[in-house]
């Protein structure tokens, strides 16, 4: 089983779609969770932290479920410059911090 | 701020040539420092980590190797390079206990071994 795995995609939405995305981890002893957005030919970026209570940012909600060991990403009112690959990353703290990356599901936001 | 800086952009390289990339930080101190490749359509791959200078942890045996000369200098290097060795290669950093442990990449280096 990966460590880390996501919905296979892509995902091809029309602009104003609500979509999501779902992620689970294997380990359990996992202590913090991100998604990470990444354009064609791009470095990775940030674009939110999940917090076990879950957090909003604009149009972007994560939520995190321990007991489950599972993570979401919705995404509301798409928009076209939203197309991009989303990774899933979970940190296991351990010597040098270990960041295990999801393989990612890409969106297409169509028009 | 903090901020990483990775070159070359983009190589072509023939194989069996040698290979450099060199990876710095600016605005923090005793970063952990990461190379990862993705090949073309794939996830991220870690290649090496270091918490500090001089120490360097494998996660996977190949033909390439890392170093650390300066705190806040990454660099990732091959004596010859081989076909599947094309792909891009991001630097990152992170630093414990700041913004949630977070991992910050370099723009990327993009290796074509013809």
């Known amino acids: 089983r990966k460590e880390v795995e996501q919905d296979p995609g892509p995902f091809n939405v029309p602009e104003g779609a609500t979509v999501a995305f779902n992620c689970t981890y294997s380990?359990?002893?996992?202590?913090?969770f991100f998604w990470y957005r990444q354009d064609c030919r791009k470095e990775p970026k940030l674009l939110m932290s999940?917090?076990?209570s879950g957090n909003e940012d604009g149009r972007f909600t994560a939520q995190l479920n321990r007991a489950s060991q599972y993570i979401s990403l919705l995404i509301r009112d798409s928009k076209l410059s939203d197309s991009a690959t989303y990774l899933c990353v979970v940190n296991t703290r351990g010597y040098g911090q270990n960041f295990v990356f999801g393989p990612g599901t890409r969106l297409s936001v169509l028009p | 701020s903090q901020t990483i800086h990775q070159w070359p952009a983009t190589l072509v390289q023939p194989v069996g040539s040698p290979l450099s990339l060199e990876c710095t930080v600016e605005g923090t101190s005793n970063p952990n420092l990461y190379w990862y490749r993705q090949a073309a359509g794939r996830g991220l791959q870690l290649l090496f980590y270091s918490v500090g200078i001089g120490q360097i942890s494998s996660e996977v045996p190949q033909n390439l190797s890392a170093s650390r000369p300066q705190d806040r200098q990454f660099i990732l290097s091959s004596k010859k390079l081989l076909l599947s060795d094309s792909g891009f290669y991001l630097c990152?950093?992170?630093?414990?206990?700041?913004?949630?442990?977070?991992?910050?990449f370099g723009e990327g280096s993009w290796l074509t071994v013809v």
């Open positions: 990152a950093w992170s630093v414990t206990g700041i913004a949630g442990n977070t991992i910050y």
């Open positions: 380990n359990s002893a996992s202590q913090s």
């Open positions: 999940v917090y076990s």
